[in-house]
T-cell receptor, first 111, second 114 residues
């Protein structure tokens, strides 16, 4: 099946710093999704991307759909303590609505 | 607000026990999914269902079964729990005809098998 490689695996950053993470696939995706999982909760959708080259923002979050359609990037600017959590990229694997998830990037923000 | 609830947040079971994990959604979604989440592996799909009494295997169905007798409820069954099934289990639901962004997750059940 399709493999999603997400990096980095974890990040320890200071409050106020910017964060960048990316996801690459061995196959083309038509949609890229970014989810965040707060500690002890289920993942929540942050941003959805539908077109190659698309750049979409949600507050301090910006995500891009790579031109090759095999990668995507998520940036968080001016991190705050509530940015702590695990960030997952995901993409659909079929028309039923099944998603393939990356392994996640654990973000820890220190004051 | 869409709500996906899971019957337990934490569960401790013994090897060989039969385990039921229940998931209920209140938005009349057609699709329901069961994932397991392990550190470094992300979310892996166990089973999904796109209608009542319908089920499809995901990527890691071995050792699990599911039941969907009512539209709002999707149960994951571990017939004979083993220690390697210790994990976080997440349920999700979505509309059949919407785009993939509408997959809503429950809070998860952390299962420990001793």
């Amino acid at each position: 099946g399709q493999q999603l490689n997400q990096s980095p695996q974890s990040m320890f950053i200071q409050e106020g710093e910017d964060v960048s993470m990316n996801c690459t696939s061995s196959s083309i995706f038509n949609t890229w999704l970014w989810y965040k999982q707060d500690p002890g909760e289920g993942p929540v959708l942050l941003i959805a991307l539908y077109k190659a080259g698309e750049l979409t923002s949600n507050g301090r979050l910006t995500a891009q759909f790579g031109i090759t359609r095999k990668d995507s990037f998520l940036n968080i600017s001016a991190s705050i303590p509530s940015d702590v959590g695990i960030y997952f990229c995901a993409g659909p694997t079929d028309s039923w609505g099944k998603l393939q998830f990356g392994a996640g990037t654990q973000v820890v923000v220190t004051p | 607000d869409v709500k996906v609830t899971q019957s337990s947040r934490y569960l401790v079971k013994r090897t060989g026990e039969k385990v039921f994990l229940e998931c209920v959604q209140d938005m009349d979604h057609e699709n329901m999914f069961w994932y397991r989440q392990d550190p470094g592996l992300g979310l892996r799909l166990i089973y999904f269902s796109y209608d009542v009494k319908m089920k499809e295997k995901g990527d890691i169905p071995e050792g699990y079964s599911v039941s969907r007798e009512k539209k709002e409820r999707f149960s994951l069954i571990l017939e004979s729990a083993s220690t390697n099934q210790t994990s976080m289990y997440l349920c999700a639901s979505s509309f059949y005809y919407h785009r993939w962004e509408t997959q809503y997750f429950g809070p998860g059940t952390r299962l420990l098998v001793l």
